[in-house]
Protein backbone atom coordinates (compact mmCIF):
# COMPACT_ATOMS: atom_id res chain seq x y z
CA UNK A 1 0.00 0.00 0.00
CA UNK A 2 2.96 2.73 0.95
CA UNK A 3 4.09 2.70 -2.53
CA UNK A 4 0.67 4.21 -4.10
CA UNK A 5 -0.15 6.42 -1.27
CA UNK A 6 1.64 9.97 -1.71
CA UNK A 7 4.01 11.78 0.82
CA UNK A 8 2.50 14.61 2.52
CA UNK A 9 3.65 17.82 4.50
CA UNK A 10 2.72 18.22 8.14
CA UNK A 11 3.27 22.00 9.69
CA UNK A 12 2.57 22.33 13.11
CA UNK A 13 3.52 19.04 15.49
CA UNK A 14 1.13 19.19 18.35
CA UNK A 15 -2.05 17.48 19.35
CA UNK A 16 -3.72 18.14 15.60
CA UNK A 17 -0.41 17.84 13.58
CA UNK A 18 1.53 14.97 15.60
CA UNK A 19 -2.16 12.73 15.22
CA UNK A 20 -2.31 13.62 11.68
CA UNK A 21 1.26 12.78 10.69
CA UNK A 22 0.99 9.26 12.39
CA UNK A 23 -2.67 8.06 11.25
CA UNK A 24 -1.43 9.10 7.78
CA UNK A 25 1.80 7.31 8.22
CA UNK A 26 -0.51 4.52 9.56
CA UNK A 27 -2.32 4.78 6.36
CA UNK A 28 0.74 4.21 4.53
CA UNK A 29 1.94 7.71 3.55
CA UNK A 30 5.62 8.80 3.90
CA UNK A 31 4.98 12.42 6.20
CA UNK A 32 6.97 15.23 6.20
CA UNK A 33 6.54 17.03 10.03
CA UNK A 34 8.05 20.28 10.32
CA UNK A 35 7.92 22.73 13.63
CA UNK A 36 9.49 25.91 14.21
CA UNK A 37 10.26 24.62 18.08
CA UNK A 38 13.56 23.08 17.17
CA UNK A 39 13.36 21.35 20.48
CA UNK A 40 10.10 20.20 20.01
CA UNK A 41 11.54 18.30 16.36
CA UNK A 42 14.83 17.10 18.11
CA UNK A 43 13.14 15.44 20.94
CA UNK A 44 11.17 13.72 18.06
CA UNK A 45 13.53 12.45 16.27
CA UNK A 46 15.03 10.61 19.47
CA UNK A 47 11.16 9.21 19.86
CA UNK A 48 9.89 11.00 22.41
CA UNK A 49 6.52 12.17 22.36
CA UNK A 50 5.85 15.67 23.58
CA UNK A 51 2.00 15.48 24.33
CA UNK A 52 0.46 12.67 26.33
CA UNK A 53 -2.64 11.19 23.48
CA UNK A 54 -3.05 7.04 24.27
CA UNK A 55 -1.87 5.26 21.42
CA UNK A 56 -0.01 8.38 19.86
CA UNK A 57 3.78 7.06 21.22
CA UNK A 58 2.87 3.26 20.00
CA UNK A 59 2.02 4.97 16.45
CA UNK A 60 4.54 7.41 16.22
CA UNK A 61 7.39 4.46 16.99
CA UNK A 62 5.97 2.02 14.33
CA UNK A 63 5.79 4.26 11.86
CA UNK A 64 9.80 5.84 12.81
CA UNK A 65 10.20 4.80 8.94
CA UNK A 66 7.91 6.65 7.71
CA UNK A 67 7.61 9.91 9.74
CA UNK A 68 10.76 12.82 8.87
CA UNK A 69 11.27 15.51 11.37
CA UNK A 70 12.29 19.18 10.80
CA UNK A 71 12.23 22.48 11.24
CA UNK A 72 12.81 23.41 7.72
CA UNK A 73 9.76 23.92 5.78
CA UNK A 74 11.79 23.11 2.30
CA UNK A 75 11.87 19.89 2.90
CA UNK A 76 8.47 18.92 3.28
CA UNK A 77 8.36 21.11 0.23
CA UNK A 78 10.39 19.03 -1.80
CA UNK A 79 8.87 15.58 -0.72
CA UNK A 80 5.23 16.80 -0.89
CA UNK A 81 2.93 18.95 -2.66
CA UNK A 82 0.06 18.45 0.28
CA UNK A 83 0.98 20.85 3.24
CA UNK A 84 -1.28 20.60 6.09
CA UNK A 85 -1.27 23.19 8.44
CA UNK A 86 -1.58 22.52 12.07
CA UNK A 87 -0.03 25.40 14.03
CA UNK A 88 -2.42 26.94 16.59
CA UNK A 89 -4.94 29.47 16.21
CA UNK A 90 -5.09 30.71 20.14
CA UNK A 91 -7.44 33.65 20.71
CA UNK A 92 -6.24 37.02 21.19
CA UNK A 93 -7.30 39.79 23.76
CA UNK A 94 -10.37 40.75 21.61
CA UNK A 95 -11.47 36.77 21.47
CA UNK A 96 -10.94 36.71 17.65
CA UNK A 97 -8.40 33.76 16.58
CA UNK A 98 -4.87 34.87 16.48
CA UNK A 99 -3.57 33.94 12.77
CA UNK A 100 -0.43 34.71 12.74
CA UNK A 101 0.96 31.27 12.81
CA UNK A 102 -1.45 30.70 9.91
CA UNK A 103 -0.06 33.57 8.02
CA UNK A 104 4.11 32.80 8.82
CA UNK A 105 2.84 29.15 7.40
CA UNK A 106 1.34 31.48 4.05
CA UNK A 107 4.38 33.68 3.95
CA UNK A 108 6.73 30.78 3.74
CA UNK A 109 5.28 28.78 0.61
CA UNK A 110 6.85 29.73 -2.70
CA UNK A 111 5.84 30.75 -5.87
CA UNK A 112 5.91 27.37 -7.43
CA UNK A 113 3.44 25.34 -9.55
CA UNK A 114 1.79 22.09 -8.27
CA UNK A 115 1.66 22.84 -4.44
CA UNK A 116 -1.62 23.21 -2.13
CA UNK A 117 -2.08 23.87 1.13
CA UNK A 118 -4.80 21.96 3.71
CA UNK A 119 -5.87 23.89 6.47
CA UNK A 120 -6.50 21.96 9.33
CA UNK A 121 -5.80 24.42 12.05
CA UNK A 122 -9.50 25.76 13.20
CA UNK A 123 -9.71 29.83 11.11
CA UNK A 124 -12.52 32.32 11.30
CA UNK A 125 -15.08 32.07 7.92
CA UNK A 126 -13.40 33.72 5.12
CA UNK A 127 -9.50 32.96 5.91
CA UNK A 128 -9.08 30.53 2.69
CA UNK A 129 -10.91 33.41 1.13
CA UNK A 130 -7.91 35.69 2.24
CA UNK A 131 -5.10 33.24 1.89
CA UNK A 132 -5.78 33.20 -1.47
CA UNK A 133 -6.10 36.46 -2.34
CA UNK A 134 -2.69 36.61 -0.78
CA UNK A 135 -1.54 34.44 -2.56
CA UNK A 136 -2.37 36.20 -5.67
CA UNK A 137 -0.96 38.97 -4.26
CA UNK A 138 2.34 37.15 -3.44
CA UNK A 139 2.33 36.03 -7.11
CA UNK A 140 1.93 32.44 -6.04
CA UNK A 141 -1.49 32.30 -8.37
CA UNK A 142 -0.54 28.29 -8.41
CA UNK A 143 -0.74 27.50 -4.93
CA UNK A 144 -3.95 25.63 -4.26
CA UNK A 145 -5.75 26.13 -0.98
CA UNK A 146 -8.25 23.10 0.93
CA UNK A 147 -9.99 23.42 3.89
CA UNK A 148 -10.18 20.20 5.80
CA UNK A 149 -11.05 21.27 9.31
CA UNK A 150 -10.16 18.40 12.37
CA UNK A 151 -13.05 17.06 14.86
CA UNK A 152 -10.18 14.49 16.71
CA UNK A 153 -10.83 15.13 20.34
CA UNK A 154 -7.80 15.18 23.23
CA UNK A 155 -8.02 11.87 24.92
CA UNK A 156 -9.06 9.64 22.22
CA UNK A 157 -7.25 11.80 19.25
CA UNK A 158 -6.00 8.70 17.61
CA UNK A 159 -9.06 6.70 17.11
CA UNK A 160 -10.87 9.68 16.32
CA UNK A 161 -8.60 10.19 13.26
CA UNK A 162 -8.76 6.47 12.17
CA UNK A 163 -12.37 6.28 12.57
CA UNK A 164 -13.62 9.94 11.98
CA UNK A 165 -17.44 10.20 12.16
CA UNK A 166 -17.39 12.30 9.00
CA UNK A 167 -14.38 14.04 6.64
CA UNK A 168 -14.80 18.18 5.80
CA UNK A 169 -13.53 18.92 2.54
CA UNK A 170 -13.75 22.59 1.60
CA UNK A 171 -12.11 23.53 -2.06
CA UNK A 172 -12.20 24.99 -5.32
CA UNK A 173 -13.36 21.85 -7.08
CA UNK A 174 -9.47 20.93 -8.58
CA UNK A 175 -6.63 18.27 -7.88
CA UNK A 176 -5.79 19.38 -3.94
CA UNK A 177 -9.67 18.66 -3.08
CA UNK A 178 -9.26 15.72 -5.01
CA UNK A 179 -6.33 14.49 -3.53
CA UNK A 180 -7.33 14.99 0.25
CA UNK A 181 -10.38 13.00 -0.59
CA UNK A 182 -8.24 10.35 -2.19
CA UNK A 183 -5.77 10.36 1.30
CA UNK A 184 -8.77 10.26 3.50
CA UNK A 185 -10.62 7.31 1.28
CA UNK A 186 -9.19 4.28 3.17
CA UNK A 187 -10.59 5.56 6.59
CA UNK A 188 -14.19 5.03 4.62
CA UNK A 189 -15.64 7.62 6.65
CA UNK A 190 -18.81 9.92 5.44
CA UNK A 191 -17.65 12.96 3.10
CA UNK A 192 -18.58 16.56 2.79
CA UNK A 193 -17.48 17.90 0.13
CA UNK A 194 -18.17 21.91 -0.29
CA UNK A 195 -16.92 24.83 -0.78
CA UNK A 196 -13.97 26.23 1.83
CA UNK A 197 -16.14 29.08 3.38
CA UNK A 198 -18.72 26.26 4.50
CA UNK A 199 -16.14 24.10 5.72
CA UNK A 200 -14.59 26.73 7.93
CA UNK A 201 -18.52 27.48 9.01
CA UNK A 202 -18.91 23.89 9.73
CA UNK A 203 -15.78 23.40 12.55
CA UNK A 204 -16.93 26.22 14.05
CA UNK A 205 -20.49 25.35 14.81
CA UNK A 206 -19.86 21.82 15.39
CA UNK A 207 -17.76 23.48 18.57
CA UNK A 208 -20.17 26.20 18.99
CA UNK A 209 -23.13 23.78 19.27
CA UNK A 210 -20.94 21.22 21.40
CA UNK A 211 -20.49 23.76 23.86
CA UNK A 212 -23.93 25.29 23.89
CA UNK A 213 -24.87 21.61 24.60
CA UNK A 214 -23.24 21.39 27.81
CA UNK A 215 -24.13 25.15 28.99
CA UNK A 216 -27.85 24.10 28.48
CA UNK A 217 -27.40 20.81 30.65
CA UNK A 218 -25.43 23.08 33.36
CA UNK A 219 -28.08 26.04 33.21
CA UNK A 220 -30.25 22.25 33.78
CA UNK A 221 -28.34 21.30 36.48
CA UNK A 222 -28.55 24.62 38.14
CA UNK A 223 -32.66 24.42 37.92
CA UNK A 224 -32.35 20.77 39.21
CA UNK A 225 -30.30 21.89 42.20
CA UNK A 226 -33.01 24.32 43.45
CA UNK A 227 -36.20 22.48 42.56
CA UNK A 228 -34.83 19.25 43.86
CA UNK A 229 -35.07 17.52 40.40
CA UNK A 230 -32.46 15.20 39.13
CA UNK A 231 -29.81 16.30 36.34
CA UNK A 232 -28.48 12.59 35.94
CA UNK A 233 -32.37 11.12 35.68
CA UNK A 234 -33.15 14.41 33.36
CA UNK A 235 -30.21 13.81 31.21
CA UNK A 236 -31.21 10.37 30.81
CA UNK A 237 -34.78 11.28 30.30
CA UNK A 238 -34.31 13.61 27.38
CA UNK A 239 -31.17 11.84 25.79
CA UNK A 240 -33.34 8.97 25.04
CA UNK A 241 -34.98 10.97 22.49
CA UNK A 242 -33.22 10.38 19.24
CA UNK A 243 -33.55 14.27 17.78
CA UNK A 244 -31.48 15.35 21.30
CA UNK A 245 -29.24 12.29 22.05
CA UNK A 246 -27.34 11.21 25.24
CA UNK A 247 -23.91 12.54 24.29
CA UNK A 248 -22.56 16.35 25.86
CA UNK A 249 -25.25 16.45 28.26
CA UNK A 250 -23.42 15.62 31.43
CA UNK A 251 -23.56 18.37 33.78
CA UNK A 252 -19.81 19.52 35.74
CA UNK A 253 -18.11 22.48 36.45
CA UNK A 254 -17.95 23.91 33.13
CA UNK A 255 -16.06 23.14 30.05
CA UNK A 256 -12.61 24.54 29.03
CA UNK A 257 -9.72 23.24 26.91
CA UNK A 258 -7.94 24.73 23.70
CA UNK A 259 -10.80 24.77 21.42
CA UNK A 260 -14.18 24.90 23.00
CA UNK A 261 -13.80 28.44 24.78
CA UNK A 262 -11.54 30.04 22.08
CA UNK A 263 -14.12 28.85 19.40
CA UNK A 264 -17.12 29.82 20.67
CA UNK A 265 -15.56 33.02 21.01
CA UNK A 266 -14.07 33.21 17.75
CA UNK A 267 -17.47 32.14 15.99
CA UNK A 268 -19.32 35.45 18.35
CA UNK A 269 -16.37 37.82 17.32
CA UNK A 270 -16.85 36.72 13.74
CA UNK A 271 -20.12 37.29 13.55
CA UNK A 272 -20.16 40.66 15.46
CA UNK A 273 -17.15 41.62 12.92
CA UNK A 274 -19.85 41.10 10.10
CA UNK A 275 -22.49 42.84 12.14
CA UNK A 276 -24.84 39.90 13.70
CA UNK A 277 -25.03 40.03 17.46
CA UNK A 278 -24.41 36.36 18.16
CA UNK A 279 -26.96 36.65 21.35
CA UNK A 280 -27.02 33.07 22.03
CA UNK A 281 -23.31 32.01 21.81
CA UNK A 282 -22.63 34.81 24.60
CA UNK A 283 -25.45 33.35 27.20
CA UNK A 284 -22.97 29.79 26.21
CA UNK A 285 -19.72 31.55 27.43
CA UNK A 286 -21.27 33.33 30.45
CA UNK A 287 -22.74 30.41 31.53
CA UNK A 288 -20.15 28.34 31.59
CA UNK A 289 -17.77 31.21 33.40
CA UNK A 290 -20.18 31.42 36.46
CA UNK A 291 -20.43 27.16 35.94
CA UNK A 292 -16.70 27.78 36.74
CA UNK A 293 -17.24 29.33 40.00
CA UNK A 294 -20.40 27.42 41.48
CA UNK A 295 -17.92 25.17 43.08
CA UNK A 296 -16.72 28.18 45.37
CA UNK A 297 -20.41 28.85 46.88
CA UNK A 298 -20.61 25.00 47.30
CA UNK A 299 -17.91 24.52 49.28
CA UNK A 300 -18.71 28.21 51.45
CA UNK A 301 -22.14 26.60 52.31
CA UNK A 302 -20.02 23.56 54.05
CA UNK A 303 -16.58 25.23 55.38
CA UNK A 304 -18.22 28.98 56.01
CA UNK A 305 -15.15 31.36 55.22
CA UNK A 306 -12.32 29.83 52.97
CA UNK A 307 -9.60 31.50 54.62
CA UNK A 308 -6.98 28.95 55.87
CA UNK A 309 -8.64 25.59 55.01
CA UNK A 310 -7.20 23.22 52.81
CA UNK A 311 -8.89 22.60 49.47
CA UNK A 312 -8.08 19.51 47.52
CA UNK A 313 -8.01 19.39 43.77
CA UNK A 314 -8.26 16.15 42.42
CA UNK A 315 -7.59 16.50 38.40
CA UNK A 316 -6.28 19.32 37.03
CA UNK A 317 -6.46 18.50 32.65
CA UNK A 318 -9.21 20.04 31.23
CA UNK A 319 -10.62 16.22 30.43
CA UNK A 320 -9.13 12.79 31.22
CA UNK A 321 -6.61 11.39 29.19
CA UNK A 322 -4.81 14.42 28.33
CA UNK A 323 -2.29 16.68 30.00
CA UNK A 324 -3.50 19.84 27.95
CA UNK A 325 -4.19 22.32 30.62
CA UNK A 326 -5.60 25.48 28.32
CA UNK A 327 -8.63 26.89 29.22
CA UNK A 328 -8.86 24.29 32.15
CA UNK A 329 -11.51 24.65 35.09
CA UNK A 330 -8.67 24.06 37.66
CA UNK A 331 -6.95 27.29 37.08
CA UNK A 332 -10.05 29.57 37.32
CA UNK A 333 -10.78 27.43 40.49
CA UNK A 334 -7.56 27.17 42.15
CA UNK A 335 -7.13 30.86 41.43
CA UNK A 336 -10.26 31.80 43.32
CA UNK A 337 -9.72 29.74 45.95
CA UNK A 338 -6.53 31.08 46.89
CA UNK A 339 -8.35 34.76 46.21
CA UNK A 340 -10.53 33.39 48.95
CA UNK A 341 -7.38 32.57 51.52
CA UNK A 342 -7.95 28.72 50.68
CA UNK A 343 -4.67 26.69 50.81
CA UNK A 344 -4.56 24.76 47.62
CA UNK A 345 -3.59 21.09 47.20
CA UNK A 346 -3.69 19.58 43.49
CA UNK A 347 -3.09 16.24 41.82
CA UNK A 348 -2.90 15.02 38.40
CA UNK A 349 -2.02 11.76 37.06
CA UNK A 350 -0.32 13.64 33.83
CA UNK A 351 -0.38 17.02 33.78
CA UNK A 352 1.60 18.10 36.72
CA UNK A 353 4.11 19.60 34.53
CA UNK A 354 1.97 21.73 32.02
CA UNK A 355 -0.04 23.05 35.62
CA UNK A 356 3.31 23.93 37.64
CA UNK A 357 3.80 26.42 35.19
CA UNK A 358 0.57 28.21 34.88
CA UNK A 359 -0.54 27.70 39.06
CA UNK A 360 1.68 29.52 41.15
CA UNK A 361 1.28 29.15 44.49
CA UNK A 362 -0.62 25.75 44.83
CA UNK A 363 1.55 22.73 46.19
CA UNK A 364 1.59 19.75 44.11
CA UNK A 365 0.77 15.83 45.32
CA UNK A 366 2.92 12.93 43.84
CA UNK A 367 -0.61 10.95 44.38
CA UNK A 368 -4.53 11.26 45.11
CA UNK A 369 -3.99 10.06 48.48
CA UNK A 370 -1.48 12.39 49.75
CA UNK A 371 -3.40 15.14 47.80
CA UNK A 372 -6.50 14.66 50.35
CA UNK A 373 -4.20 14.08 53.26
CA UNK A 374 -5.59 17.16 55.77
CA UNK A 375 -7.63 18.73 53.64
CA UNK A 376 -11.08 20.17 54.98
CA UNK A 377 -12.90 19.84 51.38
CA UNK A 378 -11.86 18.02 47.98
CA UNK A 379 -12.87 18.58 44.71
CA UNK A 380 -13.38 16.32 42.04
CA UNK A 381 -11.73 18.49 38.58
CA UNK A 382 -11.20 16.05 36.06
CA UNK A 383 -12.95 12.53 36.12
CA UNK A 384 -9.71 10.60 35.52
CA UNK A 385 -10.74 6.57 35.85
CA UNK A 386 -8.04 6.72 39.06
CA UNK A 387 -10.38 8.86 40.72
CA UNK A 388 -13.61 7.28 39.87
CA UNK A 389 -11.73 3.86 41.37
CA UNK A 390 -10.68 5.48 44.35
CA UNK A 391 -11.24 4.03 47.98
CA UNK A 392 -13.42 6.87 49.55
CA UNK A 393 -13.58 5.21 52.86
CA UNK A 394 -9.62 5.46 53.18
CA UNK A 395 -9.88 9.38 51.58
CA UNK A 396 -12.69 10.27 54.14
CA UNK A 397 -10.06 9.00 56.76
CA UNK A 398 -7.00 11.02 55.24
CA UNK A 399 -8.88 14.38 55.32
CA UNK A 400 -9.35 15.90 58.78
CA UNK A 401 -13.07 17.19 56.80
CA UNK A 402 -15.48 15.66 55.12
CA UNK A 403 -16.86 17.40 52.28
CA UNK A 404 -16.13 15.81 48.61
CA UNK A 405 -17.62 17.99 46.14
CA UNK A 406 -18.17 15.82 42.56
CA UNK A 407 -17.43 18.14 40.00
CA UNK A 408 -17.72 16.30 37.37
CA UNK A 409 -20.51 14.10 38.41
CA UNK A 410 -18.25 11.11 37.82
CA UNK A 411 -19.13 9.37 41.37
CA UNK A 412 -21.85 7.38 43.16
CA UNK A 413 -23.65 9.76 46.20
CA UNK A 414 -24.72 6.71 48.01
CA UNK A 415 -21.30 4.79 48.25
CA UNK A 416 -19.18 8.32 48.74
CA UNK A 417 -21.82 9.07 51.89
CA UNK A 418 -21.59 5.54 53.11
CA UNK A 419 -17.77 6.17 52.73
CA UNK A 420 -18.41 8.93 55.35
CA UNK A 421 -18.10 11.79 53.24
CA UNK A 422 -20.45 14.68 52.58
CA UNK A 423 -21.30 14.35 49.11
CA UNK A 424 -22.43 17.11 46.43
CA UNK A 425 -22.85 16.77 42.99
CA UNK A 426 -23.90 19.39 40.28
CA UNK A 427 -27.64 19.16 40.00
CA UNK A 428 -28.41 15.81 41.90
N1 LIG B 1 -6.19 20.24 20.12
C1 LIG B 1 -7.36 19.85 19.63
O1 LIG B 1 -8.07 19.06 20.25
C2 LIG B 1 -7.84 20.38 18.32
C3 LIG B 1 -8.91 19.72 17.66
C4 LIG B 1 -9.35 20.21 16.45
C5 LIG B 1 -8.75 21.34 15.89
N2 LIG B 1 -7.74 21.97 16.55
C6 LIG B 1 -7.10 23.14 15.93
O2 LIG B 1 -5.86 22.72 15.35
C7 LIG B 1 -4.90 23.76 15.47
C8 LIG B 1 -3.68 23.26 16.21
O3 LIG B 1 -4.06 22.92 17.52
P1 LIG B 1 -3.11 22.08 18.48
O4 LIG B 1 -3.87 21.82 19.72
O5 LIG B 1 -2.52 20.95 17.73
O6 LIG B 1 -1.98 23.19 18.77
P2 LIG B 1 -0.57 22.98 19.46
O7 LIG B 1 -0.27 24.25 20.14
O8 LIG B 1 -0.54 21.70 20.22
O9 LIG B 1 0.44 22.79 18.22
C9 LIG B 1 0.76 23.79 17.32
C10 LIG B 1 2.18 23.53 16.83
O10 LIG B 1 2.45 24.42 15.74
C11 LIG B 1 3.81 24.84 15.86
N3 LIG B 1 3.99 26.07 15.07
C12 LIG B 1 3.59 27.33 15.36
N4 LIG B 1 3.93 28.16 14.36
C13 LIG B 1 4.53 27.42 13.42
C14 LIG B 1 5.09 27.70 12.14
N5 LIG B 1 5.07 28.93 11.64
N6 LIG B 1 5.64 26.69 11.44
C15 LIG B 1 5.66 25.43 11.95
N7 LIG B 1 5.13 25.10 13.14
C16 LIG B 1 4.57 26.08 13.86
C17 LIG B 1 4.00 25.00 17.36
O11 LIG B 1 5.38 25.02 17.70
C18 LIG B 1 3.24 23.78 17.88
O12 LIG B 1 4.10 22.65 17.98
C19 LIG B 1 -5.61 24.92 16.16
O13 LIG B 1 -6.12 25.79 15.19
C20 LIG B 1 -6.75 24.24 16.90
O14 LIG B 1 -7.84 25.09 17.09
C21 LIG B 1 -7.25 21.50 17.74
Redesign the pocket.
Known sequence: MSTQREPIGV???????LVTAAGFAELGNEVWC????AA?IEGLKRGEIP?YEPGLEELVTKHRGRLHFSTD?ADALEHARLLFV????PPTYSGDADLS?VH??VD?MPASDGHALVM????PVGTGASIKRIFGEQGKHHFRYVSC??????GS?VRDFLQPDRVVVGDDGDWAGEAVVDLYAPLGASLVRTDIASAEMI?LAANAFLATKISFINEIANVCEVTGANVIEVAKGIGLDDRIGPKFLQAGVGFG???FP??VTALKQLAGNSGYHFQLLNAVIEVNELQKRRVMAKLEKHLGTLVGKTVALLGLAFKPNTD?MREATSLVLSARLQAAGARVRAYDPVAETEARKLMPGIEFADDALTCVEGADAVVLVTEWDEFTHLDYAQVARAMSGDVLIDGRNALDPEAVAAAGLTYEGIGR
Open positions: IGTGYVGIDIDKIIAVGTAAVAKSTVPEFLKEAKGSCKDD
